[in-house]
């Protein structure tokens, strides 16, 4: 439909060829086409392509109603709000319309009136995809006047009769005729209000306040839960569960990579920073590793599940702390260190649920993920056999100090004492930059130590390694 040749009467829109179609219809014919010229369908979606998307896209295509099971911090959402992209740009409603109504086939009754006395005259607008999509989080306080619509006392006072649908107030999903609409943590919907939704959506009818009216809306159903949740008896009605063509499991990235990639795209980034930043790419994957390790940790409540956005926030953390650094030593460069981890206590806390009685031990379990984290990633980097040129010398009384707030020019003094370790550095990084060389230093040592051939005491914020 081009835009300045949009009809804007029934009667024009009939003699444009019009044809419409369901809102499956639409995004069937819409994804095929884009899966032919080979478009991205969910850009910013990473470590879909071979689990989730595949299995969205049967379901589009079978017209199924989809829920996603997962746990938060999946992309559930950015996933539901993609598909708005596999609408038509625009579809014609009747003007006025609370329901959207299609122009050609209308099913609210004031509509239908209105075509009785206006015929072909009867207006249309063009509504956006955008304006086509609606979501709600289940919470035990939603009524079904929201989801589904109520009497409205105004229109009765009017003398309409309370069993005529003109005497509706339409709720979110009516409101969304011709749309998605999405559904989120279907199980804390009350079961009264499953039943209204189950009603709606296969029985076509709603049914208010023992009034039965009959609907036929075009609606696509999107739902999320999680996977407990959702398994559990009786959290959700059978007939509503029944109603889901298709279950599409999400997960958390299966790699460091994908981890990285996303902790990468999500992060808060401000310009104008007069001082410069880089993060070694050691340091990312040991903050995605922390994660990673996080998802297999006993100690932490995996139904909450241990979200990318732990990653994310991390990642900020330490670039932060960073940057806080090098603003109060003068630096011209902000370069996460090892001595930078102690503060994703901070972005990893919040967001974690521990099992049974263990909050008194957050701190604890946290430090735990950071020294595994550095002490795989070390390993993937190094052999610590064959390492004995540096700590050798640390056996004959050698020691080095490190600190969060130590200027990145003391350790470039250690690397030109410490014999090999300018060598053992250059296997991470070829930066010249002391502080990115301070970085190095750090982990390479933290590695030996957490691999059992340096000692480390800490004491007034400062760490000192030795035999
Ligand atoms: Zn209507």
Same mark, same amino acid.
């Given at each position: 439909m081009g835009g300045r040749n949009k009809a804007l009467t029934i009667g024009k829109l009939k003699a444009s060829g019009y044809k419409p179609a369901s809102v499956k219809q639409e995004l069937r014919r819409n994804l095929i086409a884009t899966i032919r010229s080979k478009r991205?369908?969910?850009?910013?979606?990473?470590?879909?392509?071979?689990?989730?998307i595949p299995q969205l896209e049967n379901a589009l295509i079978s017209g199924q109603d989809i829920i996603f099971l997962g746990? %938060?911090?999946?992309?559930k959402s950015r996933i539901m709000r993609a598909l708005v992209n596999l609408l038509d740009e625009e579809i014609p409603v009747i003007k006025g319309c609370e329901i959207n109504d299609n122009p050609l086939a209308p099913i609210c009754r004031h509509c239908r009136d209105r075509i009785a006395e206006e015929g072909d005259a009867t207006e249309i607008a063009w509504l956006p995809r955008q304006e086509r999509y609606s979501e709600k989080l289940a919470t035990p306080d939603i009524a079904i006047a929201d989801l589904i619509g109520d009497v409205d006392p105004i229109k009765v006072a009017e003398g309409k009769y309370l069993s005529d649908e003109l005497t509706i107030h339409y709720g979110l999903i009516p409101r969304t005729n011709r749309g998605i609409f999405c559904i989120n943590e279907l199980p804390d919907l009350a079961e009264r209000l499953q039943v209204g939704l189950f009603n709606l959506m296969e029985e076509r009818d709603i049914q208010i306040r023992g009034y039965r009216i009959r609907l036929p809306l075009d609606i696509f159903l999107v739902a999320s839960a999680n996977p407990e949740d959702y398994t559990? %008896?009786? %959290?959700?009605i059978t007939p509503l569960k029944d109603r889901f063509g298709a279950q599409v499991r999400t997960h958390y990235p299966t790699t460091i990579e994908n981890e990285m990639a996303i902790m990468e795209m999500e992060r808060r980034q401000f310009s104008g920073d007069e001082i410069e930043s880089y993060t070694p790419q050691f340091m990312k994957e040991i903050i995605a590793e922390v994660t990673h390790l996080g998802r297999r940790s006993p100690d932490i409540n995996q139904r909450s599940g241990v979200s990318v956005r732990i990653s994310i926030g991390n990642y900020e953390t330490i670039v932060s702390n960073a940057l806080r650094r090098a603003v109060m030593l003068g630096e011209k460069m902000a370069v996460p260190r090892i001595s930078d981890l102690p503060y994703i206590q901070s972005s990893t806390g919040a967001k974690i649920e521990l099992e049974g009685f263990e909050e008194t031990r957050e701190g604890k379990i946290i430090d735990d993920l950071s020294r595994k984290a550095v002490l795989n990633v070390f390993n993937r980097y190094y %052999?610590?056999?064959?390492?004995e040129t540096l700590t050798t010398q640390f056996s004959e009384g050698f020691s080095v100090e490190v600190s969060d707030?130590?200027?990145s020019n003391a350790y470039v003094r250690n690397v030109k004492e410490i014999i090999g370790l300018a060598e053992t550095i250059r296997a991470v990084t070829d930066s010249e930059r002391p502080e990115v060389i301070a970085s190095a230093t750090e982990f390479v040592l933290e590695g030996l130590h957490v691999n059992k051939r340096l000692n480390k005491t800490k004491s007034e914020g400062k760490t000192v390694y030795r035999h």
């Open positions: 991205d369908i969910f850009p910013g979606i990473i470590g879909y392509d071979d689990t989730v746990e %938060r911090g999946q992309a559990n %008896r009786g %959290r959700i %052999r610590p056999s064959e390492m707030m130590m200027k």
